[in-house]
């Protein structure tokens, strides 16, 4: 049983589809990561999954049961962080995470035990009694997810929880959601961060324009694309040598792709480490030496670039 | 419900701006209202005139005068127009007179004539604007004596029999008709109750900003916070009944302190009814804290929404009557002539309930508008149902 199963998803605001089609299926357990640039429909996906939304099309069953907006017994198993901060400004550190809470712990003497845990695990205690306007954004950050984490939910949405945040906060973030995942809880996780997706997810689905592009873990993802491995080698500075380089480099049979940048000569092959030693064995042969050589596997990035044919990062 | 309704509580104490408004407007207008009308009661009011008499031979050979004075002045314990005080010669009298505040002297002259010399510093330019009038009361009721005094001592020469016409006694004695411009001056007591029961209305439906603030952070489509909490998992019926009543209880505490102010600190009269005086209030910020409510709920900019508020409150309030006599008229004529308007319009109908209360012994006219606030209470809950259901949302 999948802890999120969503088949078919379509949403519009008026002309505009925000969701086409888009089908997603998260295991018990799992980090998920939702990758996706700017207005591809991540926040528009969480708020259908959790019944804020109407959606003109689409199945969603959440713990293998179809969701509806009236389903708070599922509701009161699910946490949210959303991408906007939402507290408020009139309540202290500690009531916003006991106000949030409410909506979820009815017992009182429940709820102090539960706020007091949230408060330490985002590391808030000297600010408990502070306003959010005295809070820092990065604080300010933890606070927003103390708020949706604080009733021990078994499904967390975190809606891009480290935009505008300083790389210290985001570690102890990214730290904190996998202490979360240790525990026991479901994980969906947004960002436009490829770093941060590979690092914390185990998989990823990439969305661009309300579809899901490709879903996997990165290595998957790579293979999917069928993207090769890169090679840089450095050739000596005289051009003549550069050139004869090239040429040889581009009648391996392993090579799909071969180009010279100054005196680097860059290879692209299918598999690094055996086209690497041919490369390198033909230089050797053909008497020119080389300097520092680099390889690298595809990155996420380039995955990205090569399903969305764009940049991530704005 | 009970956290709901303590955090509901606490969100809206907090927010300075909204409870400053509540608790200070109240008592800002009525304070207004009261120094207006005070002042007014003071400035057209001759009040008790200091004049200085000179008690010599003269005056003492002029008894009918001395009386006049005594009755004037003396002897009418309650509401006397002058304040005599006396000095034995004019020398002295005018010495007092420019040492302390006194409007002139009297003086009786050897012919049995009484005459009036004014204080120079309180004729032309004195501070006190009723000044010029006082002197002229002071005159004419000197002249109207003599005249009288002449008239008689001619009738005695003349006539004496008609001395005995009691008509003609009654007459002359009507020297103190001169008291009767100073209550002619003073409001009548109805007018004035009239802005205080229109300020209580127009606090009791200012008090829909405590609604609005409520809402506006409940409901998914008014706000972030809002959103949020929609997707927390509780019902809708068990958060927003705690939310309202939260904003509900505040209006009332706060229109309730506006009333022991003007009940107690002005001292105006609500007829002695006040226990259905606080029922009216608290019908009435039901009705106004739901009435936010619906405008908390639209999906407007803050400043939008309470612009609205502001609008309504301000619209709703000139026809009861808020911004005097050409808005009172207003309000009179709609309420005779277009009745329906006045029955939805709430602060017509608590000014009207208050004003029934003070001028009606018998509830009757107070219970119909009662029930009138109690129609629009049950409507504006309906309505506030209807749109508050709503779950989902096309957009946010
Ligand atoms: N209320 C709305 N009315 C109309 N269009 C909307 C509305 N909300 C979102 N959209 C559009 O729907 C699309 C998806 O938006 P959504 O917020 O889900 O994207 P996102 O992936 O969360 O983007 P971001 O990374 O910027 O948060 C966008 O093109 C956006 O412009
Ligand atoms: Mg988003």
Same mark, same amino acid.
């Given at each position: ?83 906007? &901060? ?18 979820? &712990? ?8 539960? &706020? ?47 935009? $505008? ?16 995942? $240790? ?28 579809? +899901? ?35 040889? +480099? ?26 690497? $030693?041919? &490369? ?35 | ?396």
């Amino acid at each position: 049983m999948s802890t999120i199963e969503v088949k078919g998803l379509v949403k519009r605001y008026k002309e505009l589809i925000a969701l086409d089609d888009f089908s997603l299926s998260v295991e018990a357990g799992e980090v998920f990561g939702l990758l996706g640039p700017n207005g591809s429909g991540k926040t528009t996906a969480i708020n259908c999954i959790l019944q804020l939304l109407t959606y003109d099309r689409g199945e969603i069953r959440l713990f293998g049961e179809t969701m509806s907006p009236t389903r708070y017994d599922l509701k009161r198993r699910i946490g949210i962080v959303p991408q906007n &901060v939402a507290v408020f400004p009139q309540l202290s550190v500690e009531e916003n995470i006991g106000y949030f809470c409410s909506l979820y &712990v009815d017992s009182a003497v429940e709820r102090r035990g539960l &706020v007091d845990q949230a408060i330490d695990f985002v590391g808030l205690e000297e600010f408990r009694r502070f306003r959010p306007r005295k809070l820092s954004g990065g604080l300010l950050r933890r606070l927003n997810i103390a708020c949706g984490i604080a009733h021990r939910p078994e499904l967390i949405f975190f809606d891009e929880p480290t935009v $505008a945040v300083d790389p210290q906060s985001r570690n102890a973030i990214l730290e904190g959601i996998q202490r979360l995942s $240790a525990s026991g809880s479901t994980i969906v996780y947004t960002s436009h961060y490829m770093e941060e997706v590979q690092q914390l997810c185990s998989r990823i689905m990439i969305m661009d324009h309300g579809r +899901a592009h490709a879903t996997g873990t990165t290595a998957e993802l790579t293979s999917l694309v069928g993207l090769d491995d890169r090679v840089e080698i450095e050739l000596p500075a005289d051009p003549e040598f550069a050139d004869k380089g090239l040429e040889i +480099a581009r009648v391996l049979p392993h090579i799909t792709q071969a180009s010279l940048n100054g005196n680097t000569l860059r290879v692209s092959c299918a598999r690094a480490s055996r086209a690497l $030693a041919e &490369v390198l064995a033909a230089l050797d042969d053909a008497q020119i030496t080389y300097g520092k050589v680099y390889s690298e596997p595809p990155t996420l990035n380039d995955v990205f670039l090569e399903i969305t044919g764009k940049e991530l990062r704005d | 419900m009970r956290t709901a309704f303590v955090y509901t509580v606490k969100i809206l104490v907090r927010d300075r701006a909204v409870l400053l408004w509540a608790v200070a407007f109240p008592l800002i207008l009525s304070s207004m209202f009261y120094a207006v009308f005070s002042n007014l009661d003071q400035i057209y009011t001759l009040g008790r005139m200091p004049v200085l008499v000179v008690q010599d031979d003269n005056y003492a050979g002029a008894p009918q005068f001395a009386t006049l004075i005594d009755q004037l002045g003396v002897d009418r314990s309650s509401d006397p127009l002058l304040e005599p005080t006396f000095v034995p010669t004019e020398a002295q009298a005018r010495d007092t007179m420019a040492d302390q505040d006194f409007l002139g002297f009297i003086q009786v002259t050897s012919t049995g004539k009484p005459t009036y010399v004014m204080d120079p510093g309180r004729v032309d330019g004195s501070a006190d604007v009723m000044d010029p009038t006082r002197q002229s009361v002071i005159l004419t009721l000197l002249d109207r004596y003599s005249q009288d005094a002449a008239y008689v001592a001619d009738l005695a020469k003349t006539d004496p029999s008609k001395l005995a016409d009691p008509a003609l006694l009654a007459a002359l004695s009507g020297h103190t008709d001169f008291t009767q411009p100073i209550s002619a001056t003073t409001n009548p007591v109805s007018d004035t109750v009239r802005y205080f029961y229109a300020a209580l209305a127009f606090s009791c439906i200012m008090m829909m900003s405590f609604g609005l603030s409520a809402v506006s952070s409940w409901k998914a489509d008014a706000s972030p916070v809002g959103a949020r909490r929609s997707l927390g998992g509780q019902s809708w019926t068990r958060s927003l009944a705690p939310t309202l009543a939260a904003a509900w209880l505040l209006s009332f505490i706060c229109v309730l302190i506006g009333f022991c102010y003007i009940r107690f600190a002005f001292g105006i009269s609500f007829g002695g009814k006040e226990w259905a005086c606080v029922a009216v209030l608290a019908l009435s910020t039901l009705v106004s804290t739901l009435v936010g409510a619906l405008i908390g709920a639209i999906n407007a900019p803050t400043g939008v929404k309470s612009g609205l508020t502001v609008l309504i409150t301000c619209v709703l309030s000139a026809f009861a009557g808020l911004y005097g006599p050409p808005s009172q008229k207003l309000g009179d004529w709609v309420a005779v002539h277009l009745p329906g308007l006045s029955v939805i319009n709430p602060v017509r109908q608590v000014y009207e309930a208050f004003y029934n209360l003070y001028y009606y012994d018998s509830y009757s006219r107070f219970t119909e508008k009662v029930i009138i606030l109690a129609i629009t209470a049950v409507v504006g809950f309906v309505v506030c149902v209807a749109v508050m259901r709503r779950t989902r949302y096309r957009s946010l």
